[in-house]
């Protein structure tokens, strides 16, 4: 049985934040089993924003978290390594409304986390299994698909219809099972 995970210790980092151009100050904590990541803002008083679908506030030019009463940017990055490296339960303080981009991927959490240590926790890991195909389609043609499948596997698709960038459309595929978050989507960064 796999059991969740959390930070052995905390750790602190500042960098400036990708559409602000503000200093920001990071501490990424510990949390209990069955918590969550959850961001707090500690410039502010203000209710804790987790980590969730449900708190998504916009995704253009980056993803922010909100919980109606402020809002947290930029998170990807954080999330990413967050996730990559198995991370079920985390508080981030943060000093400012956005997560510093550091180097525009998600290596320098990925170092964060393993300098602050992995600490596994008594409670069973969560997971979501996929029974049956489910996909959506927008009005502009883009489109998103999930498919049963023993792993987490990801296919991306970036097509452009214009004259001056269809030699630049590509499709990749990352089969967790075989490659590693480390090597091969940590270092990824912002597309721009």
Not at 43 to 62: C, E, G, M, Y
């Amino acid at each position: 049985m796999l059991r969740q995970r959390t930070l052995a210790s905390k750790i602190n980092a500042s960098g400036v934040g990708l559409h602000t151009g503000k200093k920001v100050s990071l501490t990424l904590m510990p949390a209990d089993a069955d918590a969550g990541i959850t961001f707090v803002r500690t410039d502010i008083h203000s209710n804790p924003i987790k980590a969730s679908f449900d708190n998504v506030n916009d995704t253009r030019l980056q993803t922010s978290l909100s919980n109606n009463e402020v809002r947290i940017s930029t998170v990807e990055h954080l999330l990413s390594a967050l996730a990559g490296l198995g991370i079920d339960n985390a508080i981030i303080q943060l000093d400012g409304p956005e997560v510093p981009i550091m180097d525009g991927s998600a290596r320098p959490f990925v170092f964060m986390i393993q300098s602050a240590g992995i600490k596994e926790q008594t409670k069973p890991k969560k997971f979501i299994k996929i029974k049956k195909e489910i996909s959506i389609t927008t009005d502009n043609g883009a489109y998103a698909k999930l498919s049963p499948y023993d792993g987490f596997k990801v296919t991306h698709s970036l097509v452009y219809d214009d004259e001056a960038r269809k030699g630049h459309s590509s499709k990749t595929t990352v089969d967790f099972n075989s490659t590693t978050y480390l090597k091969e989507i940590s270092r990824s960064r912002t597309y721009g």
